[in-house]
């Protein structure tokens, strides 16, 4: 059964730029929540969709947006690069949107904005 | 707000010792709660998990305490390997949210 698959693995962009990265979950999960990871700061977490729906949306700015698609793989999108964005940016899925079994995580994206 | 704390952001334990990661919440509508283990250039894995009726579940050599009085849970590790040398993610939830904590990076020297 194949993982959470994120692409691409390393992206370096500019300040002012935009980027999206794209999660493929689990073949069968219907939930996908994308989480910020930086030093100090753990995983923050971005957003949840669920069957294509955004259903949580955490504290960040209006540049951070995703979506879902019919297939449940997810992009989310940055928009005007800051240097504060650089981070291991990973998605997780899970079957449906209860938190009991936790999340299967994908490897993850690192932006690096320079 | 950090909701779901990990006060420790590291720790190190001699091989076959007790590890023991500690981490606090806030917020007593979380009835779920779990950890996980990440290595570098890695995503997080599940490791082991502890619903709000219970208080203890354990897994090998990997045991979840949790407190609910004292919104308090920790992990132990028993006995500690080098191969459990990792970053340690603590995480609480319900069916809207699963928050993270900071992480505590473990460290198992020989």
């Known amino acids: 059964k194949a993982g959470v698959t994120q692409t691409p693995r390393y992206l370096i962009k500019t300040r002012g730029q935009q980027v999206t990265l794209s999660c493929s979950p689990i073949?069968?999960?219907?939930?996908v929540s994308w989480y910020q990871q930086t030093p100090g700061q753990g995983l923050q977490f971005l957003f949840e969709?669920?069957?294509?729906?955004?259903?949580n949306k955490g504290n960040f700015p209006g540049r951070f947006s995703g979506r879902q698609f019919s297939n449940s793989r997810s992009e989310m999108n940055v928009s005007t690069l800051e240097l504060g964005d650089s981070a291991l940016y990973l998605c997780?899925?899970?079957?449906?949107?209860?938190?009991?079994?936790?999340?299967?995580f994908g490897s993850g994206t690192r932006l690096t904005v320079v | 707000d950090q909701q779901v704390k990990q006060n420790s952001p590291s720790l190190s334990v001699q091989e076959g010792r007790i590890s023991i990661l500690n981490c606090d919440y806030t917020?007593?509508?979380?009835?779920?709660f779990l950890w996980y283990k990440k290595y570098p250039a890695e995503g997080p894995t599940f490791l082991i998990s502890?619903?709000?009726?219970?208080d203890k579940n354990e897994d090998g050599r990997f045991t979840v305490f949790l407190n609910k009085s004292a919104k308090h849970l920790s992990l132990h590790i028993v006995p500690s390997q080098p191969g459990d040398s990792a970053v340690y993610f603590c995480?609480?939830?319900?069916?809207?949210?699963?928050?993270f904590g900071t992480g505590t990076r473990l460290q198992v020297f020989p």
């Open positions: 997780a899925s899970s079957q449906g949107r209860g938190k009991a079994r936790g999340y299967t």
């Open positions: 073949s069968g999960h219907r939930s």
């Open positions: 969709y669920f069957s294509e729906t955004q259903r």
């Open positions: 917020n007593s509508m979380f009835d779920y």
């Open positions: 502890i619903s709000s009726i219970k």
């Open positions: 995480a609480a939830g319900n069916t809207d949210k699963l928050i």
